[in-house]
């Protein structure tokens, strides 16, 4: 099995823009897709970014995801920071022996 | 409208068992995979079992397998989770989560509010 690492927390002003990191421990990390989830605090985790890059109906554009296999990272960005987007972020990928693995979250605070 | 609800949790005593249920609605579950993810008081979250549309393919954490059972039952959309000699690194909040697909490696799209299991003697 492999592992995902993510920065444990990140901070930026409401109107910039912040890239949290997603990086593979072994294997390549555009084998399986990743997947990004929002969890505001006392709430159940939703999905802002599927297969890599894909934005589920409802999440602003303002979201977007993208993979690197040169650093062999995933990356998800918020631009135009809300202060509402302030919340815990997990990368998700598929370890193909029936296995899912998630990062271990990345908190972000919009100050 | 989508909805999961589980059920289910309490608190129960190390090396004992529970079940844990979740109800599905508004959606043709026996389309889906579905999945359970827990999340320990102040941690991130860990994948713990899934299942696949038919339950043909079926996953386990390695923290839990040996102990923990998941099915379904499509006629009654149904989901469940038998947990087997917990321990207290078990204790958790258990999310019961849908695939965008029927296949165990399709991503998670709609999640339930979760069922709170405490093991504690």
């Not at chain 1, 930026?12 to 555009?30: H, N």
């Not at chain 1, 006392?42 to 993208?66: A, C, M």
């Not at chain 2, 389309?31 to 994948?47: I, T």
């Given at each position: 099995?492999?592992?995902l ?11 910039k ?18 997947q ?10 939703t ?25 062999n990272s995933?990356s998800?960005t ?5 202060t ?28 | ?52 549309w038919?339950?043909?393919s ?35 909040l ?28």
């Amino acid at each position: 099995n492999f592992m995902l690492t993510q920065p444990h927390s990140v901070s930026e002003s409401p109107g910039k823009t912040v890239t949290i990191s997603c990086t593979r421990s072994s294997g390549s990390i555009a084998s399986n897709y990743v997947q990004w989830y929002q969890q505001r605090p006392g709430s159940s985790p939703t999905t802002v970014i599927y297969e890599d890059n894909q934005r589920p109906s409802g999440v602003p554009d303002r979201f977007s995801g993208s993979i690197d296999s040169s650093s062999n990272s995933a990356s998800l960005t918020i631009s135009g920071l809300k202060t509402e987007d302030e919340a815990d972020y997990y990368c998700q990928s598929y370890d193909s022996s029936n296995h899912w693995v998630f990062g271990g979250g990345t908190k972000l605070t919009v100050l | 409208e989508v909805q999961l609800v589980e059920s289910g949790g309490g608190l129960v005593q190390p090396g004992r068992s529970l079940r844990l249920s979740c109800a599905a609605s508004g959606f043709t579950f026996d389309d889906y995979a579905m999945h359970w993810v827990r999340q320990a008081p102040g941690k991130g979250l860990e994948w713990v079992s899934g299942i696949s549309w038919n339950s043909g393919s079926i996953g386990y954490a390695d923290s839990v397998k040996g102990r923990f059972t998941i099915s379904r039952d499509n006629a009654k959309n149904s989901l469940y989770l038998q947990m087997n000699s917990l321990r207290a690194e078990d204790t958790a909040l258990y999310y019961c989560a849908k695939g965008y697909g029927d296949r165990l490696g399709d991503a998670f799209d709609i999640w339930g509010q979760g069922t709170m299991v405490t093991v504690s003697s």
